[in-house]
């Protein structure tokens, strides 16, 4: 397995949420983590990712880019 070069921080930041969210969705997935520095596997990264879209977006509403229907 691969590495994002992501830590739990930079995620947080990119995606402007608490860091204590990032680690809420960790603990969801089941993703080790140690504190926010920790760098994250690329699958792991992917994961988290993937789960704050679809909490922003959830599907059946409308995204950003367009007035289509998230799928």
Do not use: W
Not at 33 to 43: G, M, P, S, V
Not at 51 to 71: A, C, M, R, W, Y
């Amino acid at each position: 397995m691969g590495f994002a070069d992501l830590s739990i921080a930079e995620i947080a930041a990119d995606y402007s949420i608490p860091v204590e969210k990032v680690f809420s969705l960790c603990n969801q997935l089941g993703i080790a983590y140690k504190h926010q520095k920790t760098r994250l596997a690329l699958e792991d990264a992917k994961a988290i990712i993937s789960q704050i879209s679809f909490e922003t977006h959830p599907k059946g509403t409308k995204n950003l880019v367009g007035d289509n229907e998230v799928i």
